[in-house]
């Protein structure tokens, strides 16, 4: 079996605890050294085979995969969730072209990891409901279809989540308030870079001073940026959940929803 694990933002207690079970049985593990925090492995039993994957190719972890037999306890460990540019696809269909049966464990995104950080809710009532996770077309730009641009997504108005787009953070100031954008300069902007871990920095902005807060800290990668009107809290709107004038199937209302 090959699990492909989601080890989480960086500290070691953030890993799920089916992805430290699936670690701490495993024989074989590759994992990416120039993402996930060597003291993750500290899950592994002693005597485990390691392959460092930040020099190697799809093929040469693949080659990995194929030189042991399928019962053999694999685990490919990807930082924050396996499911998000963790490049999971490729080696799913490997397995599925070559009969191994595989699994995928989600693990903790450095999407929640810096909101809760930064204490804050993503989905506002009246302000957000919605949450884009996308990137700038940068150096990998045949990656990003033509329709899935910041300046398109920043109409919205609704809370972006921003990968692997630091290093070109005067484009992503400009896109992001381009065109018709439902964002302003005064948008706020949360940036958290390596969260959780011990060189951690949490920075707190606009879209009008991002740009001068990513050169001050000297960020240049492993960053993530939280961006939208939510991250100011609370509205005038409060959940329908709680309210004492909502009925939900395990409570009447008692009182009148504001």
């Known amino acids: 079996m090959i699990s492909f694990v989601g080890a989480g933002p960086g500290a070691p207690d953030l890993i799920t605890l089916r992805g430290m079970q699936r670690l701490a ?7 990416a050294a120039s993402l996930v925090p060597e003291a993750v492995l500290d899950h592994c039993r002693d005597g485990v085979e390691v392959h460092d994957s930040k020099s190697m190719t799809l093929q040469q ?3 990995v995969f194929a030189r042991h037999p399928d019962d053999t306890a694999i685990v490919r460990l990807h930082s924050g969730d396996s499911t998000v540019y963790s490049a999971v696809a490729e080696q799913v269909a490997w397995c599925r072209a070559n009969d191994r049966s595989f699994e995928i464990v989600p693990g903790v995104s450095s999407v929640s990891a810096t909101a809760a950080a930064a204490g804050c809710e993503l989905t506002v009532p009246g ?17 990003v279809p033509d329709r899935e641009t910041i300046r398109l997504f920043a109409a919205a108005g609704a809370t972006m989540a921003v990968f692997l787009s630091v290093a070109h953070v005067e484009r992503l100031a400009d896109e992001l308030l381009a065109g018709d954008s439902g964002y302003d300069a005064d ?5 958290g870079h390596r969260v959780t871990q ?23 990668a492993t960053t993530m940026f939280l961006i939208g009107p939510a991250l100011d809290g609370a509205g005038d709107l409060c959940s329908h959940v ?17």
């Open 25 to 31: 049985a495993a024989d074989v593990v590759v994992w």
């Open 61 to 63: 972890v693949c080659d």
């Open 127 to 143: 302000v957000s409901q919605s949450v884009v996770l996308t990137r700038l077309a940068g150096g990998t730009k045949r990656s």
């Open 187 to 191: 948008t706020p902007v949360v940036i």
């Open 198 to 220: 011990p060189s951690e920095q949490l920075l707190v902005s606009t879209i009008g001073g991002m740009v001068d807060v990513v050169r001050a800290a000297g960020l240049d």
């Open 242 to 258: 709680y309210s004492d004038g909502y009925s939900t199937r395990f409570r009447a209302a008692t009182g009148t929803e504001a």
